[in-house]
């Protein structure tokens, strides 16, 4: 029976938005990727449903998963990756959203073995410290071993870096979740044409990139910043 709750049409609203931005920004890959809110009522996530382009998802492409897999409310086929953000909100109770892309710059930035640098105002939001790197394997994240290690790996992080595969990116809310993973996008495209420019990167120091989280990534600004995104998308 569909659901009347309020917090769970919210839910299923945000997620399915998040996956619009994310398409819009560069983050669609066919099929793949995919958003999950925490439930509110503590029985699960709402993720995107599986076989849809993150540009394509609407409300009624989420659906309710639990940690087993197991689809509790709404159809549609369920993403195999799922422990990726069932295991994360386990591991991180801080957290409330998270997203899983393929962006082409970070995995292009990440398979280069080169660290993130803020050598643009992007990178900051993440560095200091290092962003980590998920390299156990480059498979797909199937099984709720997998998703525990991810967690590990990510630890008290924003995002990880999924070597020769994407990103996760994580969040109090879908919103931060999502501008994050395009915050991370741009930081990775950017240092990738510094590097193909040749000459000498420099970039911030740690207390530097400090500062900058603190007057360019503040809670108003990056809830304004998921507005514009929002305001961008095709009507
Ligand atoms: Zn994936």
């Known amino acids: 029976m569909a659901t009347t709750d309020p917090a769970t049409v919210d839910a299923r609203e945000l997620v399915a938005t998040a996956c619009r931005v994310l398409a819009a920004a560069g983050q669609d890959d066919l099929i793949w990727g995919h958003v999950s809110s925490r439930d509110s009522q503590g029985r699960g996530v709402w993720l995107k449903s599986a076989e849809w382009g993150l540009s394509e998802i609407t409300a009624d492409r989420v ?49 280069t073995g080169q660290s993130l640098r803020p050598v643009s105002h992007a990178a900051n939001y993440f560095v200091p410290p290092e962003v980590p790197r998920f390299t156990a394997t480059a498979d797909l994240i199937l099984t709720r ?10 630890g008290d992080a924003s995002a990880i ?49 400090l500062a900058k989280r603190e007057h360019i990534y503040g809670p108003r600004a990056m809830s304004a910043v998921w507005d514009y995104l929002v305001r961008q998308l095709p009507g």
């Open 145 to 154: 071993d997998l998703g525990r290690s991810l967690a590990r790996e990510l």
């Open 63 to 111: 659906h309710l998963v639990d940690e087993e897999g197991s689809v509790l409310e709404g159809g549609g086929t369920r993403h195999s990756e799922y422990p990726i953000h069932t295991e994360i909100m386990n591991a991180r109770p801080d957290v409330g959203a998270v997203v899983h892309t393929h962006p082409p710059y970070s995995v292009a930035l990440a398979a």
């Open 161 to 209: 870096f999924l070597v020769n595969h994407g990103i996760v990116a994580v969040g109090a809310t879908v919103q931060e979740a999502a501008v994050a993973a395009v915050v991370l996008e741009q930081a990775c495209k950017q240092q990738l044409l510094t590097h193909s420019a040749g000459g000498w990167p420099s970039w911030s120091p740690p207390q530097e990139s």
